[in-house]
């Protein structure tokens, strides 16, 4: 098992928990929930649920790179959503970063996330190697 980014971002205060933002299993990577937060009680970008989709999902593809893979290896979201009215957000966001076969994906309302003003939380998990064209048999 190996942590693939595990630095905090510069300036940022001491975590208050202990844990890995993700972690390389063989070829499976596991990523902790990915949200706009600045890191100082803020959010990132403009604000808007769109916008914080977005940003998770930069967050995500910075990991899934960092691990030597591409977005399409991406196999399985969990979406956490403070108001399911900004699925259509969530969804246009989504858009942007993936393509067919697109991952498996669960969506879920909760009453809140680590700081009050973040709306959306996405936990993802890739298999390494995944979207490779098949090989040809010789």
């Known amino acids: 098992m190996q942590a693939v980014?595990?630095?905090p971002a510069a300036n940022a205060p001491p975590p208050a928990a202990?844990?890995?933002?993700?972690?390389?299993l063989g070829e499976?990577?596991?990523l902790s929930g990915m949200h706009a937060g600045d890191g100082?009680?803020?959010v990132?970008?403009?604000g808007t649920p769109y916008d914080q989709a977005r940003v998770a999902f930069e967050r995500i593809r910075?990991?899934?790179e960092a691990a030597g893979g591409v977005m399409d290896d991406i196999v399985l979201l969990r979406v956490y959503l403070t108001q399911i009215e900004h699925k259509a957000d969530m969804g246009r966001a989504?858009?942007?970063?993936?393509?067919?076969?697109y991952p498996c994906s669960t969506l879920v309302q909760v009453s809140g996330l680590v700081d009050p003003g973040l709306v959306v939380e996405v936990e993802a998990?890739?298999?390494?190697?995944?979207?490779?064209?098949?090989?040809?048999n010789p």
Do not use: I, T
Not at 94 to 101: D, E, K
Not at 125 to 136: N, T
């Open 18 to 24: 202990k844990f890995s933002n993700a972690l390389l």
């Open 125 to 136: 998990e890739a298999l390494l190697g995944s979207s490779a064209p098949p090989k040809e």
């Open 44 to 46: 990132a970008g403009d």
């Open 40 to 42: 100082k009680g803020g």
């Open 94 to 101: 989504r858009a942007a970063f993936f393509s067919a076969p």
């Open 5 to 7: 980014v595990d630095a």
């Open 28 to 30: 499976r990577l596991v």
């Open 62 to 64: 910075a990991l899934v």
